[in-house]
């Protein structure tokens, strides 16, 4: 567990508008996607997560690795790297981290079951807690819960919305060509 009061945030910018990254030493606790065009919204948005509530927020104007990857994803340029993200997960059970973790596996532009999710970690009959352990992912994009679809149709996307979730399936399918092998 980390210890520390104060988080560091970034902004990176797409062609949607400034997304937020938050992070506390070397690890990321947080991507906030586009969804609102200023940044105090943004900012107001991090404020809010249960584990950045309370905590000094300090703006930090370097450029990392993820917040150039971000803006690669959303401008749809080709990226030459997927690079290896430090997240912090410890705050969730071991359940929704081997759930978060194993959406690493799930290519650019495919989409899985929230049943076959299940059946990958071990627990076939766990496909409604499957998408709660999705509505608690810090790291969209990062983590593709968006990936990840209903039976019958596309289910949700956390608070970001299901408009988003096609968003970002559209975006992916659309440029498949441009992403890496993984």
Not at 19 to 37: E, F, I, N, S
Not at 62 to 67: A, L, P, Q, S
Not at 85 to 100: A, D, G, H, I, K
Not at 133 to 157: E, S, T, Y
Request: positive net charge.
């Amino acid at each position: 567990m980390l210890a520390w009061d104060c988080v560091y945030y970034r902004f990176y910018d797409t062609p949607w508008g400034p997304g937020l990254t938050a992070y506390c030493d070397d690890a990321l606790l947080r991507v906030v996607l586009p969804a609102w065009l200023e940044k105090e919204r943004l900012l107001s948005f991090l404020k809010q997560d249960s584990f950045c509530r309370d905590k000094k927020l300090f703006f930090n104007a370097d450029r990392g690795e993820v917040e150039e990857f971000l803006e690669a994803y959303f401008a749809n340029r080709p990226l030459n790297f997927v690079p290896v993200f430090n997240l912090y997960l410890e705050r969730f059970t071991p359940f929704v981290r081997s759930v978060l973790w194993e959406l690493q596996t799930i290519p650019w532009g495919e989409v899985i079951t929230y049943q076959e999710l299940a059946q990958r970690i071990g627990k076939p009959r766990a496909q409604r807690a499957v998408g709660l352990a999705l509505g608690k992912n810090p790291f969209p994009i990062l983590l593709p819960c968006h990936r990840v679809v209903g039976k019958k149709g596309l289910g949700g996307f956390s608070s970001y919305g299901l408009r988003w979730k096609i968003l970002l399936l559209s975006l992916e399918i659309s440029r498949n060509d441009c992403f890496p092998e993984r």
